[in-house]
């Protein structure tokens, strides 16, 4: 087997942070997203991959590794002042879904996330007055890139999804 060959070193991580809550865990961000952005991906069971959009080339899918729907919003942390993405659950997406009237912007609204006393608890969700309008927040960012280095993708094969999109092409996750 040849060695791979590269003259420059890899570009490092992600440029922005990725956050997953962990038990007993608690966060306050400002949201910049207009919706939930959202992924399917695999767990290998050790680490997550990305679901490719084609099962035939999907090395997830042909191994049968469980699939399953993560959303993300780009918010900024009110802790450290930084952006970073908000990894969320399907059951977290719908509550923040749905805590808007149709056509409402949830941009510049700020909540509470809270993870409860497991690695796997659910999420907690309050939210706070907004200080911002959807105005004066900055430009949302598409967290594909960022996932795809993650995730150790090539960059440009991450598609987001919402939940329920593949039932309703009469697929299955």
């Known amino acids: 087997m040849a060695l791979r060959r590269q003259a420059n070193p890899p570009e490092g991580g992600p440029e ?3 956050r997953r809550l962990k038990k007993g865990e608690a966060v306050s961000v400002t949201i910049y997203s207009h919706a939930v ?3 399917l991906c695999h767990w290998n ?4 991959e990305e679901c490719n959009e084609n099962p ?3 090395r997830g899918c042909q191994k049968g590794y469980p699939q399953k729907w993560k ?5 900024m942390n009110e802790a450290n002042r930084q952006p970073e993405f908000l990894e969320l659950t399907p059951t977290s997406r719908d509550f923040i879904v749905n805590s808007f009237k149709p056509g409402e912007e949830m941009r510049g609204c700020r909540m509470t996330v809270t993870r409860g006393k497991g690695d796997k608890a659910r999420l907690q969700i309050m939210f706070m007055p907004c200080l911002q309008t959807p105005q004066s927040c900055p430009k949302d960012l598409d967290p594909a890139p ?3 280095r993650l995730w150790s993708m090539v ?3 991450l598609r987001p999804y919402r939940p329920g999109e593949l039932e309703e092409r009469g697929e299955t996750a």
């Open 56 to 58: 035939r080339e999907c």
């Open 16 to 18: 922005v942070h990725v």
């Open 71 to 75: 959303g993300y919003l780009f918010v």
């Open 45 to 48: 069971g050790r680490f997550t």
């Open 37 to 39: 952005w959202g992924f």
């Open 155 to 157: 960059p440009g094969r």
């Open 146 to 148: 960022t996932l795809e």
